[in-house]
């Protein structure tokens, strides 16, 4: 019951916030929902300070939730599935190199940058720490959240391009950002004089190959059911197991469960649509809607609990002021991470990036529930209050000041799309 009491908190506030948001807010969903979160929090926080009973009671049930858990085992796969079977798979084959240099190159490049600078700069503030939880911290923080990602820079009227850009991108950095922090969370557990750098790279490529190869083929098996029949609800039934089942196999074969969902989004939804034998269209009507529908409610759950949290998380002073030293370092590395693999791409003649791609990339890379998620994950030897604490200021920085901001940053360097019809 304790499970369940939670689950009714979470969807009875996030119906609550998200009409208020609609109606009289009208912010973008996922900025709307973490500000009334947020507030609701902190006004929480206050009332739970002068000993309000019902307060306490709340912030022991919103304590209660395992929100690491909930977010990477559970709502993860649905919500990287229901982002990448809408993805224009025709549109994203003409940005392959660019989407995948910036995983492949710019997510470790900037792991690297953000570690060391953490590394430097937390002595300075009284908050010396380790380097391999440094890196861990830059593992956690750098990937773009592809939840965010989805839910907000979709709706800022990017041209479609770069915005597809963006989004490939932060559906494959993930992944490789998770990968990057279970190899080193593994070193901060053995220490580094015990893990080779060949074990390391087995762990990588088990992770992340191994989720390619196993999205790849729950994708191109659900894409032949899914074309073998003419039933909407069988259909999307089997959608819905390929998520859950496939999230679940993953785990038990230590594969990134993220890459492959995000595979076999890709190749379902490519596959749905093709011209030689695409689904009905009733049935692509309904699995479309479906996702969509699962999609804005779990990004509805996420964001309110994001918010939620900082009525259970020890943040103090000093932690915030890290916090905020921590933006600019993470700014500064993503738009190195993001203008040295363009720059490579640009000088070997593969893809030519237009330079206006370099700001709204850096600007664009928001960081969501995953860099908490994964915080949360930290083992209790890590200077886990710390880094949980500068991992929220940062997120609750990217969802609402960049977020907010993307728009107008687009119109102004004239990247904008064509005005979207009106409703």
């Known amino acids: 019951m304790p499970l369940y009491n939670a689950l009714a908190l979470l969807l009875v506030l996030a119906a609550a916030f998200a009409y208020l948001n609609h109606r009289f807010l009208k912010m973008p969903p996922a900025i709307g929902l973490m500000v009334l979160g947020l507030l609701t929090s902190l006004a929480l926080v206050g009332l739970a300070q002068l000993g309000v009973a019902p307060v306490l009671a709340l912030a022991r049930v919103v304590g209660s939730i395992d929100f690491s858990a909930l977010v990477m085992q559970v709502m993860l796969g649905f919500l990287l599935f229901a982002g990448s079977i809408h993805v224009d798979t025709r549109r994203l084959g003409r ?48 990937p773009t959240d592809p939840v965010a990602v989805l839910s907000i820079l979709t709706k800022a009227n990017i041209d479609k391009d770069l915005e597809l850009k963006i989004v490939g991108e932060s559906l494959f950095n993930d992944g490789v950002g ?92 490519h596959f749905s649509r093709s011209l030689s034998s695409p689904l009905s269209e009733q049935s692509q009507d309904y699995v479309d809607k479906f996702w969509e529908l699962v999609d804005e409610v779990l990004n509805a759950l996420l964001f309110v609990l994001v918010g939620l949290e900082a009525l259970v998380l020890p943040i103090t002073g000093r932690i915030i002021g890290a916090g905020v030293a921590a933006v600019a370092v993470v700014l500064l590395a993503r738009l190195v991470a993001v203008a040295l693999p363009l720059g490579l791409l640009r000088g070997s003649g593969l893809f030519t990036p237009s330079h206006r791609s370099v700001p709204v990339l850096t600007w664009g890379g928001l960081r969501g529930g995953l860099s908490v998620a994964m915080a949360l994950s930290l083992p209790a030897e890590a200077p886990r209050e710390l880094l949980v604490g500068i991992t929220y200021v940062i997120v609750v920085f990217s969802i609402i000041g960049q977020g907010l901001t993307i728009g107008p940053l687009v119109r102004w360097l004239g990247v904008a799309g064509p005005p979207a019809p009106r409703e």
């Open 178 to 269: 998770v990968v990057l922090f279970v190899v080193l969370l593994e070193v901060a557990q053995l220490g580094p004089q015990e893990v080779t750098v060949g074990h390391a790279l087995a762990v990588f490529a088990q992770e992340a190959v191994g989720g390619v190869a196993l999205g790849a083929v729950l994708g191109l098996g659900a894409a032949w059911l899914l074309r073998s029949i003419d039933n909407y609800q069988v259909e999307v039934l089997l959608t819905l197991a390929l998520v859950a089942g496939g999230t679940a196999l993953a785990a038990q074969l230590h594969t990134s469960g993220p890459l492959a969902m995000v595979v076999a989004g890709l190749l379902v939804g």
């Open 95 to 142: 940005l392959r190199w660019s989407v995948g240099i910036l995983a492949l190159i710019g997510t470790p490049l900037s792991v690297a940058l953000v570690g060391g600078a953490m590394y430097g700069l937390l002595p300075w503030l009284g908050l010396p720490t380790p380097l391999v939880y440094c890196l861990l911290f830059g593992a956690l923080i750098s």
